[in-house]
């Protein structure tokens, strides 16, 4: 056929090689390559100089599917690709073209940028069914042989306990790109990130983890290069053990993965653990109008697909998708299922990290149509002996209808709970109704996780992610403003549960500022001394801005940088947020790992929980239903607690009182009666009368401020 590439001779000999590890594996003697294509009819393995010269090689064995051999005399750094030839017959999900230059799905480090051509596409454009013949070398990334070697020391696994876990969700380059105490030539990079400048100011908020938004080589959509613009955040993988080449400060040519390693050296050496958000559920070449750049070459039969209709049309015109993103991902295919469960094992054991958190999960637990919490990919990992040990969390839905499945997966899985974010947004906002909801979110959520023998834990609770406001955006705007995106302000959440305060946006009016800090204050002091994992989301603890943009996932700029000059910082949300953190981290009473069962822990003690209404008695059945009430208070015994020691010890902690007022005026408080505490002192507070230190004693009347917290420890 004119144009069609053919084959030349190979300048070495290849040898038999392996099928047993997938991908590049280097030794000093030859490195083995093996890719699964199983309906390919051949396979090149294509090494590319740093001129561009491109030298092919036959590989001639195939085992189970898998095309293998190894070669001597290659290096560490050394770039390919591999072409595959077999039918083009998209109607039945194979879109085999030797013209286009693959990435390895198991390659440990890509090289190069993806350059939005139409040489990309395996299909002509506007004739999606037509095989394209346009060489895409030098137009796509290429995967790169690795040396793994790395002195990892005594680093070992922490295993901190979920409930002594505080996570930080942070971009890699948005956390240093704008921080003028990391070197200049570091900024964006892991190795900024590993700088003590940002370990200490973790350790010192008082954060145990750090959440990295997407590693994950990825590239951006054609669509969003043609606005002009990137994908920033990185939900766009292409390669599932790579960690993502433009975060790097050293290279791409495998220095990429020494410096990931030391990234996470160095945050385990702060005490500080690394939770990767992992994004399987998709891939980059989006639909099947999307490029080839890797997958769809080689199996194109890992993505859900429309069933043909009546008339076997419909096969090639896309694919099912409930990730929004073009595709998705099928998790009980052979070899899709065997690639998350490798990569998963290879992040744990070879880089270290020590948990996930899996992008819309529920497009991956499907069995034919339908979520199960039985699948394949659920079922494989909750008996895998690495991975069943590590840190996992579930975004539990998708973008389906019937994805929506908060509370429902199974141990050792934990969630984030959008539920505690919308109500407790809804609380401060002075929009809920009633109180009932918010004390149930507070308390750990045992609507949703305590039916099933789970714990508070499992719940991840969040005010903020990185897909909508920040916390100052939230007490600043009313609207989304995300006209910089190139969308028409449609994209994004129209849901934010938000409120300006008068103004939109920012604004000079100092009343209405403080107004503002007070509210983002309340909102962090609440996520963190509430029953679950806090997640904050980087910044919110010191006021940062996206300018009302609530969907910035193609800003690259300082829309979504963080800016770490003082002038603008919030930094009295800080101390509030730094607070928090602290009292949660020395009293175990505020992160039991039990649900409170509002009765004592031991005979003629205290209640373990009592909901306490602002007139100093406990709350009643009438007072749940309430709608016009607005101070919820909360007494939380720690003589003793519920839960025992590590040898079985019984455990006694300080007793805390804590009131949350989100109305807009001072509410008259009566300190209850009782028989067990009669005096304290105010230890946290978001009310200017009512400052760190105040005592206070049973029968006191307090007046507490509007739209406040206070939290009052045991003396």
């Known amino acids: 056929m004119p144009g069609l590439w053919r084959t030349r001779d190979e300048v070495a000999p290849i040898w038999p090689g392996t099928n047993h590890h997938l991908g590049s594996t280097w030794s000093e003697e030859s490195t083995n390559f093996a890719v699964w294509a199983p309906e390919a009819t051949a396979a090149y393995l294509c090494l590319f100089a740093d001129d561009g010269t491109e030298t092919r090689h036959r590989l001639t064995e195939r085992s189970l599917g898998i095309w293998h051999g190894a070669l001597p005399g290659i290096e560490p750094g050394q770039r390919y690709g591999y072409r595959l030839a077999g039918p083009w017959a998209p109607d ?99 190795a900024g990130l590993a700088t003590p400048t940002v370990t200490d100011y973790l350790r010192d908020l008082g954060v145990t983890a750090v959440e990295l938004l997407p590693i994950h080589q990825f590239v951006t959509e054609p669509a969003v290069a043609a606005r002009g613009l990137t994908n920033y955040w990185g939900y766009n993988s292409i390669g599932f053990f ?47 109008t999307g490029p080839t750049l890797c997958f769809r070459g080689l199996d194109d039969k890992i993505y859900h697909r429309v069933p043909p209709g009546p008339a076997g049309e419909g096969f090639h015109d896309r694919y099912w998708d409930v990730t929004g993103c073009g595709n ?7 070899f899709a299922l065997r690639m998350i469960l490798d990569s998963l094992r290879y992040w744990v054991t070879e880089m270290h990290v020590d948990g996930f958190r899996f992008d819309l999960l529920s497009a991956l637990t499907r069995t034919g149509r339908a979520v199960d919490m039985r699948s394949h990919l659920l ?11 590590v840190k996992l969390i579930a975004e539990p839905w998708d973008a389906s209808t019937d994805g929506y499945r908060v509370g429902e997966f199974p141990p050792p899985w934990i969630e984030w709970n959008d539920q505690f974010r919308d109500e407790i947004r809804d609380f401060w906002n002075g929009r809920s109704s009633g109180i009932r909801d918010v004390a149930t979110r507070i308390a750990g959520s045992s609507d949703l996780y305590a039916d099933d023998g789970r714990s508070p834990y499992a719940s991840v609770n969040l005010v903020t992610a990185h897909d909508g406001f920040t916390v100052r955006d939230l007490v600043s705007y ?32 100092q009343r209405i500022v403080a107004l503002r800090r007070r509210q983002a204050a309340n909102l962090m002091a609440t996520l963190c001394l509430s029953n679950g994992v806090p997640m904050i989301t980087a910044g919110d603890e010191r006021g940062r801005t996206q300018r009302g943009n609530n969907n910035a996932y193609c800003q690259d700029n300082e829309i979504s940088w963080i800016d770490w000059r003082p002038d603008d910082a919030w930094l009295d949300v800080y101390e509030v947020t730094k607070v928090a953190l602290r009292l949660r981290r020395e009293h175990p009473a505020l992160r039991q790992r039990h649900f409170f069962e509002g009765r004592p822990t031991i005979r003629g003690g205290p209640k373990d929980l009592a909901w306490l209404h602002p007139s100093g008695r406990e709350m009643t059945g009438d007072d749940w239903h309430d709608h016009a009430l607005t101070t919820l208070g909360m007494f939380v015994s720690g003589a003793p607690l519920r839960s025992p020691g590590p040898r079985g010890e019984q455990q ?36 200017p009368k009512l400052p760190v230190g105040t005592p206070v004693k049973a029968g006191d009347l307090i007046r507490l401020g509007g739209r406040s917290v206070v939290v009052m420890q045991e003396t």
């Not at 990429?256 to 070449?285: C, P, R, S």
């Not at 995300?482 to 300006?500: C, M, T, V, Y």
């Open 328 to 334: 998705t991902v099928d998790a009980s295919h052979p």
């Open 478 to 509: 009313d609207h989304k403003h995300n006209e910089a995106n190139g969308e028409g302000n449609q994209d994004g959440s129209d849901n934010n549960r938000s409120w300006n305060h008068g103004v939109e946006g920012e604004t000079d009016d």
């Open 379 to 389: 079922v494989a990992i909750g008996q895998d002996p690495v991975l069943r040990h």
């Open 652 to 687: 006694v902690d300080s007793s805390f009182a804590m009131y949350f007022n989100s109305g807009p005026r001072a509410v008259p408080v009566v300190i209850p009666e009782n028989d067990w505490v009669q005096t304290g002192e105010v230890v946290l507070s978001t009310d």
């Open 92 to 190: 039945q999900g194979l879109r085999f073209n030797p013209q286009k230059v693959l990435l390895d799905p198991y390659a440990r480090a890509i090289s190069g940028e993806l350059v939005q051509d139409p040489a990309i596409f395996g299909y002509t454009l506007g004739a999606p069914t037509v095989r394209d013949f346009q060489d895409s070398a030098g137009k796509v990334p290429l995967s790169v042989v690795v040396d793994n070697g790395f002195d990892w020391g005594e680093d070992q696994p922490m295993r901190r306990r979920w409930r002594d876990t505080v996570i930080y969700e942070l971009h890699v380059k948005g956390m240093t790109r704008l921080h003028d105490r990391v070197p200049e030539e570091l900024r964006g990079t892991y």
């Open 242 to 288: 790579a960690p993502h080449a433009a975060y790097s400060s050293s290279g791409d040519r495998g220095q990429q993965v020494t410096e990931f390693k030391a990234m996470v050296k160095a945050f385990h050496d702060a005490g500080l653990e690394v939770i990767l958000d992992v994004v399987y559920n998709h891939t980059a070449e989006a639909g099947v």
